[in-house]
Every structure is written in structure tokens, then in C-alpha cells.
């Protein structure tokens, strides 16, 4: 008999185990997962809202049309008032019931990525000194929307990277692959911003793979099979490379200092913006079942469920070293309240897959750790450093699209004002000092390696 057990993590929704005759065991489907395409669901996500909700659909199509422009770019006088003439548009717009959305999940994740980069727009092309009040028109249906999703009300990695493509060619199948995927929406219609989306999405199908090794990985430790699990742990090695090789591809189409300046910014939410400003969102009080939320980082690969997992099954998430207890505030544990936090953005079955793996009776570390066989343990460290050789990945990655272009504008800036250089703390896209998180990360990677 299968069976859902529901759990709570502090700060948390509920979590789903799947439990079989008293054991627990993993089943993809049930988690949302798709052998062939991980956590991308394995046909295209919906271009369009049934009619009823067309005018949300209009607008945003006018946004992209308008070429909106970011307030942070100091727009000329007809780029403001043609901003501020699509914001009036959404201000009159009507209060549009999602009573008929509840019906599909499939049609709720629409209307989550529709609204909130809505909203991004509408938020970022405030001017940047002015107070931020989101209309009802939007508001009220995002929170309503999101309530039902268990997601907050603020653009996701899953708005513009799970759920955020389309096939480039029909395919037969509709099953999407590296090379047959394009972008549904973007901010700058620009082939960077392009590429930016499809290097993560083209990570997570090449993901899939891993997934699916996982699930062997499982299936063989509890039989005891550690000639088994160390030649899958072999072949989830090459996968997470291939994956690293994926992630460096975005280098090939996506320029830096365009990115940092004309991208980035549209994804930001409340705590990683320049100023952080509160965000009030109006109607609320309509709905009582609705609470003002609290969650509203930007969209950050930190939100990407492939990676967390990894961890979790491997082990990694529950280390407490040395770098930890050395500074227990900080991010290094990657169950620590950043980590943690960030599972709120990630789609409910996915972030119960996570939970699952880590709550796990028989976990692979536990394994490797317990026996003497060393072909085992060198299949183990092999795959963990291929993680943190990922990690290593993902900071170069952050130094030339962040880092770098952050040091370029402030140092324009600072002679132009006729003063220093001086670059404070930078903040990923959900928040958080990122280059100290990514430190971390990848130092406790590291600790996982068993001697």
C-alpha cells in the first residue's frame, strides 16, 4: 500500500513522503519529476489564458511591445510617460476572479508567470525614489493565485526558467531537448536575456538524467549493492559535468554588462534591490483569507530544486564541520535559513522531493561512510567534486555577469560624481551577500569529501 505522509519543516509548508509498506521509496511522478525531463515539465508550458482572462494576457503583451525601460536606467521624458501610460492601463484593468483557474494547475502556473512579471514590470518602471503600490488589478488575483500555488507573490525561478519555454520546432513527442527550446517572455526581447533563461532550463533537462540515477543509486543501497551504486555514482559524476558545461555555455550568447544593467534588475524583488522599498499591495482586504506576505525575494538559481537535491542526496545539506561551527551565523550549511528559505519558491512537489531525500532512512552517505569498500567511497568524493566543481562553475559565472559589472558602474559612478570607488556588500537577486553564500557553498562542498 503507497501512501502520502504529510510533514512540517519550521517556517515551511507541509512536505509529502511517499511510503510503501512502512518504507520509504521514491517515485518520480510522484513528485512532479519526469523521467526524460527532470524538474521541466515534459511538454511546453501553455502560451495563453483561456479568453476570460485575456486582458492580463493584453497587457503584458503591450509591455513587451512598448519596450517598457527600467526606472534604474534614467529613462528620457517619453520613456516615462509611455511607462507611466502602460501602468494606468493596469490600474483600470478589472479584478478578475481565479475561481475557474483552481481547476488546473497547469493553468494557475500561467497565470503566477503572467502576473508576476506583471508586476516586476510594473514595480521597475517606478521611478526609483517613489513609494511602491501595486493595484488591486494585480494584486489581489496574484496573491489568490499564488495562495493556491503555495508559492509567494514575486516572480520565482520557476516563472522564467521552469516554466518559461517553449519548443523552437514541433517535435513529434512534444518532449523538449538541448538544442529545441526557445523563451516565452522576457523583459528586453534580447537574444542575452535569452540565453540567460535557457542556460539554467538546458542544466535542469540535462538534470533529468541525474534524477534518474538517483533513483538507482536508492533502489541498489537499500540491497546492498555497492558495485551497483558505484557505477551509477560514475555516471552521475559525468552528468553534473556535463551540467557545469551547460551552465558556462550562457557565456556564449549573454553579454555582461548588458545583463547587469538591462536584466537583472527586472528580477529583483524587495530585499536585493539598490534601496529596498516595502511593497504594498493593494485590495488585500477583499479577501480575508489572504495574509500580506512576507516572501518576496527576486528569482535566484538558489531556487533551483536540481541543485538542492543533489545536495541532499549526497549528503552535504546535514554536515556540521569545522567551517560551520567557525561561524555558525553564517550560510554555510546548505540547510541553513538562506537554503531553507529559498525551498518557498520552489513549485510544492519539488521542494516535497527535497524533504524526502533528506529525510531519507537510508541515505548514501550514511553507506559510502559504513562500509570498506573503496571504489565506493572514490565514486562518492568523485561525484562531490564534481558538485563543487559545478559551484566553482556557478561563481565564475557570478563574477563575470555580477561582480565585475557591479565594480565597472560603480567606478563610472563614483567619477562622476567626482569620488572613490566604493562597492558594498552585493546581494543576489533573492537577497543575501552572494558572494559569501556562494563561498560557503562551495567550501562545505568541499568538507564532503571523505578522506
Excluded at 127 to 150: K, M, N, R, Y
Excluded at 381 to 391: G, H, M, P, S
Aim: aromatic share 6%; proline share 7%.
Amino acid at each position: 500500500m503507497v501512501t502520502l505522509t504529510t510533514t512540517r519543516d519550521a517556517g515551511s509548508s507541509p512536505s509529502f513522503d511517499i511510503v510503501k509498506d512502512g518504507k520509504a521509496v521514491l517515485d518520480l511522478v510522484d513528485f512532479d519529476i519526469h523521467p526524460l525531463t527532470g524538474f521541466l515539465p515534459p511538454k511546453a508550458p501553455i502560451t495563453r489564458l483561456p479568453s476570460a482572462w485575456e486582458s492580463w494576457e493584453s497587457v503584458l503583451d503591450a509591455a513587451m511591445e512598448a519596450k517598457l525601460q527600467l526606472a534604474t536606467l534614467r529613462p528620457g521624458e517619453e520613456e516615462v510617460r509611455k511607462s507611466e501610460s502602460w501602468r494606468n492601463r493596469v490600474r483600470k484593468l478589472p479584478v478578475l476572479p481565479i475561481t475557474e483557474l483552481q481547476q488546473s494547475e497547469i493553468a494557475l502556473r500561467r497565470a503566477h508567470h503572467i502576473l508576476t512579471y506583471l508586476l516586476h514590470i510594473y514595480v521597475h518602471t517606478l521611478p526609483p525614489d517613489g513609494e511602491v503600490s501595486i493595484p488591486a488589478s494585480i494584486s489581489l488575483p496574484l496573491l489568490q493565485v499564488s495562495a493556491e500555488l503555495d508559492l509567494p507573490p514575486v516572480m520565482s525561478y520557476s516563472d522564467d526558467i521552469l516554466y518559461n519555454w517553449t519548443l523552437k520546432s514541433p517535435s513529434v513527442d512534444g518532449i523538449p531537448t538541448l538544442t529545441n527550446l526557445r523563451t516565452q517572455t522576457s523583459f528586453t526581447g534580447s537574444i542575452d536575456e535569452e540565453a540567460f533563461y535557457l542556460a539554467p532550463a538546458r542544466v535542469e533537462l540535462r538534470g533529468a538524467e541525474a534524477l534518474r540515477i538517483m533513483q538507482d543509486i536508492l533502489r541498489d543501497s537499500q540491497s546492498g549493492d555497492t558495485e551497483c551504486v558505484a557505477q551509477s555514482l560514475q555516471a552521475l559524476t559525468t552528468v553534473i559535468k556535463e551540467m557545469r558545461q551547460q551552465l558556462l555555455d550562457v557565456r556564449e550568447a549573454c553579454n555582461p554588462d548588458f545583463f547587469y544593467r538591462n536584466i537583472r534588475p527586472w528580477l529583483v524583488g524587495v530585499d536585493s534591490g539598490p534601496t529596498p522599498r516595502t511593497w504594498v499591495f493593494e485590495g488585500i482586504e477583499q479577501d480575508p483569507s489572504l495574509k500580506v506576505p512576507t516572501e518576496l525575494s527576486g528569482s535566484s538559481a538558489a531556487q533551483s530544486s536540481l541543485i538542492q537535491a543533489l545536495d541532499a542526496f549526497l549528503g552535504i545539506d546535514k554536515l556540521s564541520g569545522s567551517h560551520a561551527s567557525s561561524n555558525a551565523s553564517s550560510a554555510s550549511s546548505l540547510s541553513s535559513p538562506f537554503a531553507t528559505r529559498m525551498r518557498l519558491y520552489m513549485p510544492r512537489r519539488h521542494r516535497a522531493f527535497i524533504h524526502h531525500l533528506s529525510s531519507t532512512s537510508q541515505p548514501l552517505r550514511d553507506l559510502v561512510t559504513g562500509t570498506t569498500d573503496p571504489a565506493l567511497s572514490e565514486a562518492y568524493n568523485a561525484t562531490v567534486q564534481a558538485l563543487k566543481e559545478f559551484r566553482d562553475g556557478h561563481m565564475i559565472i557570478v563574477t563575470l555577469y555580477i561582480i565585475g559589472p557591479s565594480k565597472k558602474v560603480a567606478r563610472e559612478e563614483a567619477e562622476a560624481q567626482g569620488k572613490e570607488v566604493s562597492v558594498g556588500e552585493l546581494k543576489g537577486s533573492a537577497g543575501g551577500d552572494l558572494a559569501r553564500l556562494l563561498k560557503d557553498f562551495r567550501d562545505r562542498t568541499t568538507e564532503a569529501l571523505l578522506p
